[in-house]
Every structure is written in structure tokens, then in C-alpha cells.
């Protein structure tokens, strides 16, 4: 156990991380960093780390803390000396362990976000240029017409002659003229 607690001294763990060692029983025979409320020869209370610790299996999983924080931890089992061998279990506040992945993820929701803004600008931006200000064209065209300004007519762009409203808008310049020559 000496020789186990002078090499987990020179081990360089993450922040809020910590490593148990424990027998079959689940009494913890050494920790590190060492823990004030955990004492050697204290039987561990989670009953999960207890059935790994009787046949010495391996496993991940949570568990509650002494503080009552959860824990991810993982448990490997010692070679066997004698018939006999040890749990060493290494866990890690879940908070801690999860805080970066909460970080990048909120990154990602503003990223997305502000996509999302940007797209919808576009859009407006577009719908704008290409479906309503045809269509004021048109119906302010209309509405001159139909206050008797028979010169009235709906301005046309040369680029795009096959569109919806370029053709509706030489429709109406067509009317507009007949009307115009009868009067």
C-alpha cells in the first residue's frame, strides 16, 4: 500500500479528479489526492462500486460523491497476487468533467443562432427585391390607371423578361396602351 500511495503521488490528475484504491470488501485501503472526510479502512457506500469491488470487475458509470456531487468513474481490477487483488477507481466531478462540453456547446447554439438570423435577413432581403417591389410596381400602376392616368405603366427590367412579373407587369403596359388609344 505504501509503494501504491507514493506512485499515485507523483500522478498529475485533472482538477476535481481523484483516485480510490479498494479490496474486495470495498473498504478503501488508499486514495489520492487524499481526502479528509474518507479514511483508510472505510467501507465505500455505493453499492454499484461494491459489486465491482467483490469480483473485482470493471466498469464505468455515476455515482454520488461524499459530497453529494456526481461522479463519472471508471474501475479496473488489479492482477490477481495470491488469489487476492485491489479495485483502483478513478472518478472525476461530473460538473467538471462536462463544463467544456457545455462551453462548445453553447458556441455552437450561438453559431447556429446567428446563421439562423443572417439566413432570415437574406431572405427578407430577397423576398423583398424579388417578389414585393414587382408587385408595388404593379399595383401602383393600377391604382394610377384606375384614377384615370391611362399613361400610367409598370416599369420593366430587360435582364429577366421570362418572370412571373415581368410578364404580368407587359401585360398590363399592353392593356394600359390599348386603353389608352381608345380614349
Known amino acids: ?93 461530473r460538473e467538471q468533467l462536462l463544463a467544456p462540453v457545455h462551453q462548445r456547446m453553447q458556441e455552437a447554439l450561438a453559431v447556429i443562432v446567428a446563421s439562423l438570423v443572417v439566413v432570415i435577413v437574406f431572405a427578407w432581403w430577397i423576398g423583398g427585391r424579388v417578389f414585393l417591389k414587382p408587385a408595388k410596381q404593379i399595383l401602383g400602376a393600377v391604382r394610377r390607371v384606375e384614377h384615370g392616368y391611362l399613361h400610367a405603366r409598370v416599369p420593366l427590367r430587360e435582364r429577366d423578361p421570362r418572370g412571373e412579373f415581368a410578364r404580368l407587369g407587359v401585360a398590363f403596359n399592353r392593356m394600359a396602351e390599348s386603353l389608352e388609344m381608345r380614349q
Do not use: F, K, W
Not at 455515476?62 to 478513478?90: K, N, T
Open 1 to 93: 500500500l505504501e509503494r501504491m500511495g507514493a506512485a499515485m503521488q507523483g500522478m498529475n490528475l485533472p482538477p476535481g479528479a481523484r483516485v480510490t484504491i479498494v479490496d474486495r470488501a470495498g473498504l478503501v485501503l488508499t486514495h489520492y489526492p487524499p481526502n479528509p472526510r474518507r479514511r483508510q479502512a472505510e467501507r465505500m457506500n455505493s453499492a454499484e462500486l461494491l459489486t465491482l469491488a467483490s469480483g473485482l470487475g470493471m466498469g464505468t458509470g455515476e455515482v454520488d460523491g461524499l459530497d453529494g456531487r456526481r461522479r463519472i468513474y471508471a474501475a479496473v481490477p488489479s492482477r490477481l497476487i495470491a488469489g487476492e487483488g485491489v479495485l483502483a477507481i478513478v472518478s472525476q466531478d
